[in-house]
């Protein structure tokens, strides 16, 4: 069952790795680039005004980036679904091939759970590695900016964690 997914899906895996090793190599290098800034910044925080003005340049620098790529890697979970998840058991159907599928010795719910299960891992994996990056290439600036409720820089960045039983409403 594992060996007839990854033959089937091999395709969009090397696609996502394509993808992934894209947005890698930019965030890798926009990373850098504003560990050098920050660097610069703290060489230049040497009195309050001096300071105040250095982060306020440093921040205006990063700051659409930031809120872009954010916004962007948002959208990846989007294009998951439209071109791994709406084909998966779609094209199956399609070819017909779900009639020869079904006829084996694995049963329809585990044939369904084992084409979930390895496209929901593959689509995690990535999407949290995009996560990951996009969390080491902006902790310099969010730890200048401190702001970590931000509408965008909550959802994007780190494990934003949400209490089990909690309504996600506030306070009751």
């Excluded at 399609?94 to 084992?114: A, D, M, P, Y």
Aim: charged share 15%; net charge positive; glycine share 12%.
């Amino acid at each position: 069952m594992i060996w007839l997914n990854w033959r089937q899906f091999r395709l969009q895996v090397l696609a996502g790795a394509v993808g992934l090793a894209l947005i890698a190599g930019y965030l890798l290098y926009l990373g850098m680039d504003i560990r050098s800034a920050h660097d610069a910044y703290r060489s230049r925080c040497t009195d309050t005004v001096g300071c105040a003005q250095a982060s306020s340049q440093f921040q205006g620098t990063y700051r659409n980036t930031l809120l872009f790529l954010a916004a962007g890697l948002g959208l990846i979970p989007v294009v998951i679904g439209a071109f791994w998840g709406a084909p998966l058991i779609a094209r199956e159907l399609e070819l017909g091939t779900h009639r020869l599928v079904w006829n084996q010795s694995v049963t329809r719910r585990r044939w369904l759970i084992g084409r979930m299960a390895f496209v929901g891992l593959a689509a995690m994996i990535l999407t949290g590695l995009a996560a990951l990056l996009l969390t080491w290439a902006a902790s310099p600036y969010d730890h200048v900016a401190s702001d970590r409720f931000g509408t965008v820089q909550f959802g994007a960045r780190n494990i934003a964690l949400r209490c089990p039983g909690s309504s996600g409403q506030g306070p009751n």
